[in-house]
Every structure is written in C-alpha cells, then in structure tokens.
C-alpha cells in the first residue's frame, strides 16, 4: 500500500515550491496544469508520494499553479487548527460541566450531607434507661457534615460523642473540640452513618472527664 507524504516529503515539496517563486513562471495557457482538484489533495495530503510525484515538478514550474496550491495549503491549515480549536473547546466545555455536576451533587460514599442538632432547650437523659422527655431526634442514614448545639451551660472543650444502639455498645463515636460560636457552644464532627440500619439509637455526648448525657435518636 503507498504512503501518504511524510513530513519530509512534504517539506521537501514545499522549498521547491518556494524557489519557484509565485511569478517567475507563467503559464498563462495553463498547460500541463493538474486542475483544482488534484491542487486541493496535495494541499490537504490527501494523494500517496506515488499519486502526487507527477505533478511536483510542474507545480515548481508554473507560478499559477503554485499561487493556488499554496492558498490551498492555507486554507487546509486554517480550516485543521479551527477544527482543534474547536474539538479542545468542546473537551473543555465538558470537562467544566463533569466538574461542576461533581462538585454540586458528589456521587458515592464520599458525598456529605450538612446537618444540623439543636439540643439547646432538649432536656438531656442523664442515663440511657430514662424515659426520654423530648421527640427522638432525627438523622439521616448517610455521610455527615454533622453540627450539634450543646444545651445552655455547655462549656467549650473537647468532648467525646457516640451513637449507641446498647448501653455501652457505640457503633460510631468520635472526639470534637467544642467552641463557642454566636454564644452557642458548638460541636462539629465528620459522622458515616450510611453502613448503619434504620431504627432506634442513643446519642451520647460528654465533655472528656464528665459524665454522659444521652438523647434519643432515630437513624432513617
């Protein structure tokens, strides 16, 4: 099978092109002339070395075709860098919306959920088999951003806070620096609850050294 004209080849083509110079050769009879067509799939390497080689010497020689062959050769050029331009726009447009798709609704485990537990004026169990006073507080099964609003008198501090399904038996405990934040003491934490079951739990919340305190909670 022939090959199409290398680099080289094409370079090769082009000096002699040059050296013709675009008006040194007329022909104004345009004898021997290939026609636009065949200027046209030179120009955009179309034609194999062997399907060109008979018309190189004659472009070389005749300034007419020479004028064509190189507006040709810069339109076919043009035309190729629009046609890159435009496909790398088209990548960067879809790239920009993955993007932005990704960073509004993050897809998988890895995507956060802000939530947040007012237990301001939630009056606290002091053990786990007291009657619950209050609603159980809701959560969703899911992965948190999780924002809790001590009760009034909570100090700031590093506390320690767990989801319990038994007394004693914590299914996800964490440790948090409690601050102070629009006169709220206020306690954040990163909490993974997607792997946990639907049901009934106990939220348990201490300041280190102090005694639990416990709220009711249902994970749905």
């Known amino acids: 099978m022939a090959d199409l004209l290398s680099r080289k080849e094409e370079k090769r083509l082009l000096a002699a092109l040059r050296r013709a110079f675009l008006n040194d050769f007329p022909n104004p009879e345009r004898?021997?002339?290939p026609g636009p067509d065949i200027l046209k799939a030179i120009a955009s390497r179309r034609l194999t070395l062997e399907?060109?080689?008979?018309?190189?010497?004659?472009?070389?020689?005749?300034?007419?075709?020479?004028?064509?062959?190189?507006?040709f050769r810069k339109n076919f050029q043009r035309r190729r860098i629009l046609r890159f331009a435009a496909i790398a726009a088209a990548v960067l447009i879809v790239v920009g919306v993955a993007t932005w798709l990704f960073l509004r609704h993050p897809a998988?485990?890895?995507?956060l959920q802000a939530v947040t537990l007012d237990l301001t004026n939630q009056l606290i169990l002091r053990g786990p088999e007291e009657n619950p006073p209050n609603p159980p507080l809701q959560l969703p099964?899911?992965?948190?951003?999780?924002?809790v609003y001590l009760p009034v008198g909570s100090e700031a501090g590093t506390y320690e806070v767990q989801v319990l399904r038994e007394p004693g038996q914590p299914v996800?405990?964490?440790?948090?620096?409690?601050?102070?934040?629009?006169?709220?003491?206020?306690?954040?934490?990163?909490?993974d609850f997607s792997n946990l079951k639907s049901g009934l739990y106990l939220l348990a919340i201490r300041q280190k050294g102090s005694s639990w305190t416990y709220s009711p909670l249902v994970l749905k």
């Open 141 to 147: 099964r899911a992965n948190l951003n999780l924002t």
């Open 108 to 111: 998988g485990p890895g995507r």
């Open 172 to 191: 996800w405990s964490a440790q948090a620096e409690v601050k102070l934040e629009n006169y709220k003491a206020t306690l954040r934490a990163r909490a």
């Open 31 to 33: 004898r021997g002339c």
């Open 51 to 71: 399907e060109a080689e008979p018309f190189i010497n004659h472009l070389a020689a005749c300034s007419p075709c020479t004028r064509e062959f190189s507006d």
